[in-house]
């Protein structure tokens, strides 16, 4: 067999066996929802109120009927291993599954461009897709908080404290003056979005509380007890999302204990 034919052998299999990894990826990743393409929210049905499962969140927020990011990891199954990433609009969140690998999360996706991606721990496995959202009733968010945390057990919360004094949390998520919390998710690592599409000019004060665990001594993968000394919360804080002018700005804080309110930062509009 001469040299170049070897040389073209060689480089067939290697497009086979990517290809065969590539179709393997995208059989362990299932995405049902959203789907990709061009889309119109404004033309499903109004009525429908989305449910979420295994993890419901608590959905009290100032965008009623939000979207959900649906599907199934099928090498998660009920052993213990580090969770998959989800990654909204470059948003990374650690992803966690039942134990039978469904996922569900809610979002609060705005006008325009917007794309979803799952991704196994070693980058090897990954789904994406992309959509457009068309629907001229979708008011784009000028100010976007989002906070996701690193153990899928715990409760953290998001509040907001705007430029007239008003408190955007759980248990009061829509402002008066518009905006609020549209997503508030109870356990799962979040996520917890804020939105404001008509910003009042002055300071927001961003605050994450640690609110509880229900499993505060938790597992290692090898399902062996250990205690946690720290979760830790990541907080992105996005301007002008979906525009020229976007700025996006990460944050990260470890909490300790339960009972933790930590400071985030303050944001001058």
Known sequence: MNFLLRVVLAGSLAIVMAAAAYVFAADTIELQTPRGGWIDSGLADTDEVHAAYPKPPVDRGGQRHRALIQGRIRAAGTARRPPYTFIVNGNPMLLYTDEAGYFSKPWAFGRGSNSVEVRSPDGTERRRLQFYESHAGKTPARIRIILGWDDGKAEVD?????????????????????????????????????????????????????????????????????????????????????????KRETCVLPLRKIGDLAFVRALAW
């Open 158 to 246: 998001l509040h907001i404290i705007t430029p007239d004094g008003q408190h955007a949390f759980w248990a009061r998520p829509v402002l008066t003056t518009g905006g609020g919390l549209d997503v508030d998710s109870v356990d799962g690592g979040g996520p917890e979005i804020f939105s404001v599409a008509a910003p009042l000019r002055g300071t927001y004060l961003v605050y994450v509380n640690y609110w509880g665990n229900f499993d505060a001594a938790g597992y290692n993968f090898d399902g062996s007890r250990r205690e946690r000394p720290l979760i830790t919360a990541t907080v992105a804080i996005i301007t002008n999302e979906n525009t020229v002018d976007e």
